[in-house]
Structures are given as C-alpha cells and as structure tokens.
C-alpha cells in the first residue's frame, strides 16, 4: 500500500492516469456509440426475412437454429382470382385459434376473398369460410387455417415455404450459412430486405465509428506500450534502495506489475463511472 501511494505521487503517474484514463473514455464511448446505432439498424431492419423452400423432415433441425426470432413456414400453393383469368400465389400457414373448415386471411386478400376462401393445391380445390381479416406487417398473401386442415394439405406436399425473422438482421448469413449445411442452396435462399427510414445512415455511422475506434486501439496500444516502458525505466532507478530495504528481484518485479496493473484497473474504473453516468444523464 505505502508503495502505491509513493507511486501515484509522482507527477509521471498522474500524468499516464490522465491519458490512459482519456483513451479508455474515447473507446468506451465509441463502443457505446457504435453498438448503439448497431441496434437501431437491426430495429429498422425487423421487417426483413429470409425465404426458402425445404423438406419437411428439415423442420426440427431448422427450429433449433440460434439466432431466430420467429420462424413461420407454410404450404405454398396458389388461387385464381375472380376472374379466374390467372393465377396468384398464397401461403398457408396454422394457427391453433383457427376452426376446422375456416381461415383468418391477410388484408390484402380481401379483394378476391369474400366469404368464402378457395384455394388449389395438387389440382384439388379447397374451400374455407372466412372469420377473421388479419392486418399483420407481412408483404405477402398468406391465410391461416386449422392445425388438422393444416396437417390435412401437409400430406399433399414434401416441401415447407421458410420464413425465417432473425433476431439480428445484420447478422442474417450465420443462419444462411448453417441452412447451406443441410444441402439447401444459398441461390435458393431468397434475402427480403425491408429497410426502413434511416437503417443505412445507423449503419454508414457504425461503420465510421468501427473505423476510428480501430485507429484509437491502435494509439492505444503505442501509449500503453510506451508507458509501461517509461514506468519499468523510472522504478528500475529505485532498485538498489530497494534492495537495500530487503527487497529480493522476484519481490521488487512483482511490484512493478502490481504497478502497472493498479494504473490500469483505474482507469478503467474511472472512465467506466464517467461514461454511466453520461448513459444516465442523456
């Protein structure tokens, strides 16, 4: 303790406390900075997903991928609209609150779908009544029905339509890469994104502030570097009295250490207790 304190006497160490201290504030504040518009990019990015087309048997493996948010999947197939001139695409989807024989439909299906929803799958035609409109953030038709209607057209496909809404968006091609694992195409792999206002400028600052935190690492490391060396060459001086005093070598270099690593625990300490307490504040 009494040669901590001789330590941080020295108008040297105080000076070292004040720089370290300013450099651990600039890449504490960076990070928050930088993890901060970090998330609000993957908060206007919440929209996007992921789609693909697999086996059925891939489900299990596909539900314990980490990372995912929601997973929906669904039977792709396809209705006539009211014309019957041409075809549109529709997904089916299941959902327990759904009675057997009816359908919850999407907004956007409410101008071919009246009261009754008719559907094609494999050439055969299947009628629903419909309950319920759903009004959900989603670009597609979709239509939910019953788990045992569900299961029911399940038997006439091998194939599930994916859609997958990771946790973090910018993090989508870890789950893309551990789908390629189970054989499925990253070309089969369809990548919706949905940017909303002001998703690129978080991320242009993300990757600005990744880049000047770089460079503050790396003065950071010549400082530190630099000032470790100035401190062993100032202790080495008070060596003989050291010595002198009944300090053996190993005794005297572990307090060098103990040294070195007390001017860093605080300032860490210290930067760390600024940087709260500007989080509290603004």
Same mark, same amino acid.
């Given at each position: 303790?009494?040669?901590? %304190?001789?330590?941080?006497?020295? =108008?040297?160490?105080k ?6 201290t300013l450099?651990? &504030?600039?890449?504490?504040t960076?990070?928050? &900075? $930088?993890?901060n518009?970090?998330? $609000?990019?993957n ?7 992921i #789609? ?11 539900k314990n991928?980490?990372?995912i948010?929601? &997973?929906k999947?669904?039977?792709e197939t396809?209705y006539y609209?009211?014309t019957?001139? *041409? ?13 057997n024989?009816h359908t ?6 409410? !101008? ?6 008719? @559907? ?6 299947y ?6 409109i759903?009004n ?5 038709n979709y239509? *939910?029905?019953s ?14 339509t994916?859609f ?11 789950i ?5 694992t %189970?054989?499925i195409?990253?070309?089969d792999i369809e ?6 206002? *002001? !998703?690129?400028?978080?991320?242009? =600052?993300?990757y600005?502030? !990744?880049i ?5 690492g790396?003065?950071f490391? @010549? ?12 202790e ?5 009295? &050291?010595?002198?005093?009944?300090f +053996?070598?190993?005794m005297i =270099? =572990?307090? +060098?250490?103990? #040294?070195?690593i007390?001017?860093l ?8 207790l600024?940087? !709260?307490?500007i989080?509290?504040?603004?």
């Amino acid at each position: 303790m009494i040669i901590l %304190k001789s330590f941080y006497r020295k =108008k040297n160490t105080k000076i070292y406390l004040v720089i370290i201290t300013l450099l651990f &504030l600039a890449m504490g504040t960076l990070l928050y &900075l $930088r993890q901060n518009n970090y998330n $609000r990019a993957n908060s206007n990015l919440e929209p996007s997903y992921i #789609k693909f087309n697999s086996n059925k048997e891939n489900l299990e493996f596909i539900k314990n991928i980490k990372g995912i948010k929601e &997973l929906k999947y669904g039977i792709e197939t396809y209705y006539y609209d009211e014309t019957y001139n *041409y075809s549109k695409s529709i997904y089916i989807f299941s959902n327990n609150t759904v009675e057997n024989n009816h359908t919850y439909i999407s907004q956007q299906l409410t !101008s071919d779908f009246l009261s009754i929803a008719s @559907i094609t799958l494999t050439e055969n035609k299947y009628n629903f009544k419909v309950d319920k409109i759903i009004n959900e953030n989603i670009d597609f038709n979709y239509m *939910y029905i019953s788990p045992t209607d569900f299961k029911t057209l399940s038997t006439k496909t091998k194939y599930y339509t994916f859609f997958i809404y990771p946790n973090k968006w910018l993090e989508k091609n870890k789950i893309i890469n551990k789908l390629q694992t %189970k054989g499925i195409a990253k070309e089969d792999i369809e990548v919706n994104e949905k940017t909303r206002l *002001y !998703s690129n400028s978080f991320l242009t =600052k993300y990757y600005i502030i !990744s880049i000047i935190l770089i460079t503050i690492g790396i003065i950071f490391l @010549i400082v530190l570097f630099i000032t470790i060396k100035n401190i062993l060459v100032d202790e080495n001086k008070n060596t003989k009295l &050291l010595k002198y005093l009944g300090f +053996h070598n190993n005794m005297i =270099k =572990k307090n +060098h250490i103990l #040294k070195i690593i007390s001017l860093l625990t605080l300032s860490i300490i210290i930067s760390t207790l600024i940087i !709260s307490l500007i989080i509290i504040i603004f």
